[in-house]
Every structure is written in C-alpha cells, then in structure tokens.
C-alpha cells in the first residue's frame, strides 16, 4: 500500500514518528514524508502573489471570488499532489495522514487489521475515513454496512467495529484517510476549479456523483486519537482569498477574477 504523511515543520518530529510506527506495517510498501504546501508563505512573498499562486490563476483554477483562506488553498493543493503521486505508483491503496494525528500502540495494530482486510477481501469503496472529525453531525445519518472489523480497544480486548456508509453531504475532515485510485483520479478531476476545502470535496461533491461508497467507522479511539492542533497552520484569523484586499486587488491586476 502508497502512504503519505502531509507534514510542515511544526510537527516535523511528530511525522518521522509516525512514519516510523508505520513503515513496521508489512503492507505498507512505500511511505514519505511529503512537505506540504504553506499558505502564509508559498503563496505570498512579502504580501505579493507568488508564482506558485499565480500558475494556479492562469490556469483558471482559483479566481478572486473564492470562499477559500489562503491555508485552506494551501492544504487542499498539497493532498492533490500527494493523490498525482499515488496515480503514478503501481498501488490501488492509499493511506493519507496530515501530520497532527496522534497514534497509540492498539491504534496501529488496527491499522495493520484493517489494511490486512481490504487487501485481502477487497469491497467497492471510494474513501474510508479513519477519522471524522465531525462524527457527531455527520454520523446519524450514516448507515450501518455489512463490513466489520474485530479491533483493539486500548484495554487490549477486540471487539466488532462496523463501517458506516455516509447517506447525505458532510465535512469528515482530511487528517487520515484510505483511498481508491479510481476514486483519486476523480477527486483530483472535481478540484479542477477549486471551489472548496478538500474534506468538503470529499464529504460533499463527491457523495454527490453517486460514483464511490463513502465510509467512515462508527467510532473514535480505535484508529486515529484525538488529533493534536497546536501550531496549527490553519488560523481562525485568515480571510478568504474574496475578502483580502491585499490579494484580490492584485489578482485584478493581473486579470485574474
């Protein structure tokens, strides 16, 4: 199976431990690190629109009226590149971390059950989702599928953890996920003009085309911990691209709208 950890260099260390723990999965074939792209400096220098920004306006993909912050753009560009390398790999598995997940010692012999599973009794799925971060909401109206797992809870005892199948549109967050490459390839095609944050992509247009099974588990602690937040790279402060003047006034000169 490819693997990608999304990293920066606030939770550099966090990553290479991570990368560590996982490259003892004999499953998981190819792991990186891949550094991400960062918002606040890979698309402005010293408050100009960088090259970086500019190639993705020449080709159409982003305009001056996108409800999107420069860190959302930043995170969204940065899981589509990982997804292009994947396309190019010889694998038909992903596993995709953003580098603020936190990982306990049962944790990763789920991860080796599950990978164990899907390689071995392949089912039709787009994305299962090892974390969702808006459980609560999205959850309820999830269905329960006919596919299991026998998983560790930290107390050592496995007990039957069951897929949910999403039924509406939902934001499940990006921080750790397993993919298809069909279901990449489509991602990728969606976020040609980019309209919105990756998870809501892959919560809502791609729920949406009726292309791809969407799972997540009916659980938290058994796969992902809590993610850890601090030294985040998204701020509450950013504006969206439409909403700073700074960007969209010399996106209208340049003829970007």
């Known amino acids: 199976m490819f693997a990608r950890i999304i990293t920066c260099k606030n939770r550099y260390t966090n990553a290479c431990h991570l990368k560590d723990k996982l490259a003892r999965i004999k499953e998981i074939n190819d792991i990186q690190l891949f550094w991400c792209i960062y918002g606040k400096t890979d698309f402005l220098n010293d408050d100009k629109l960088s090259e970086l ?6 080709q159409r993909r982003i305009n001056s009226h996108i409800s999107l912050s ?8 940065s899981h589509e590149e990982v997804l292009k390398e994947f396309l190019c790999s010889s694998f038909e598995y992903a596993i995709v971390f953003e580098d603020d997940c936190s990982v306990k010692t049962h944790m990763y012999k789920n991860l080796e059950i599950i990978i164990n599973n899907i390689l071995s009794n392949p089912f039709e799925f787009g ?7 808006n459980a609560g ?3 309820k109206h ?3 599928s006919n596919h299991q797992f026998n998983l560790f809870s930290e107390n050592g005892k496995r007990e039957k953890i069951f897929l949910k199948k ?14 298809t490459k069909q279901c990449a390839k489509r991602l990728i095609e969606l976020n040609e003009k980019i309209r919105m944050p990756i998870d809501n992509l892959m919560g809502d247009a791609l729920y949406r085309t009726r292309e791809f099974n969407l799972y997540t588990f009916d ?7 809590n993610p850890m937040y601090e030294n985040s790279t ?5 504006l969206y691209i439409c909403d700073c003047k700074k960007i969209t006034s010399q996106m209208k000169e340049y003829g970007f709208r």
Do not use: M
């Not at 920004?53 to 020449?58: G, N, P, Q």
């Not at 994305?127 to 971060?133: K, S, T």
């Open 53 to 58: 920004f500019l190639d993705l306006a020449r």
């Open 70 to 77: 420069l860190t959302e753009l930043a995170i969204s560009i």
């Open 127 to 133: 994305i299962i989702h090892l974390w969702n971060c």
């Open 137 to 139: 909401d999205t959850l």
């Open 142 to 144: 999830a269905q329960v």
């Open 166 to 179: 999403e039924k509406r549109p939902y934001c499940p967050g990006a921080q750790a996920y397993i993919i």
């Open 219 to 225: 659980v938290k602690n058994i796969i992902i911990d």
């Open 234 to 238: 998204q701020s509450p402060f950013d």
